[in-house]
């Protein structure tokens, strides 16, 4: 998705991949489902950023239904990492694991963060320092 596509004068529609699955198609199976394994996915709570489910402890390959992107982090689980399935974010859930939530927590967006600070800082440093003011003694 972060493919600084741009279009000049207005006359191009820009298109992009998605390989999410909508709610009215046939193929439907949830927000997040086991492609692999005998795990089975019992709830899911779904906000802008996050993705919380609980299953059933068996583990398996765990799919949710959101675009594959390396910025997703598994909250209670920090170890894994995801990875792509059918351009998904899956995760490799172990045994016995039954509350399961990830996060969307890009490292670009800290990195960003913390130069935008600093750049902060240095011109408020140089909006309190008046290098014209002198003390005359």
Request: include cysteine; charged fraction near 20%; proline fraction near 7%.
């Amino acid at each position: 998705m972060l493919e600084n596509a741009g279009v000049i004068d207005n006359f191009r529609i820009i298109t992009f991949r998605s390989d999410t699955i909508p709610s009215d198609n046939p193929m439907y199976r949830g927000e997040a489902w086991f492609a692999e394994g005998s795990g089975h996915v019992s709830d899911v709570s779904v906000t802008p950023n996050a993705i919380s489910v609980e299953t059933n402890g068996l583990g398996g390959i765990l799919v949710f239904n959101i675009n594959f992107d390396p910025g997703w982090k598994a909250v209670n689980l920090p170890d894994l990492e995801p990875f792509a399935r059918a351009g998904r974010v899956a995760f490799e859930l172990p045994k016995n694991e039954r509350s399961f939530e990830i996060a969307y927590r890009p490292s670009a967006f800290f990195a960003g963060a913390a130069v935008s600070g600093f750049a902060g800082l240095i011109v408020l440093a140089l909006l309190c320092f008046d290098p014209q003011r002198r003390r005359v003694v």
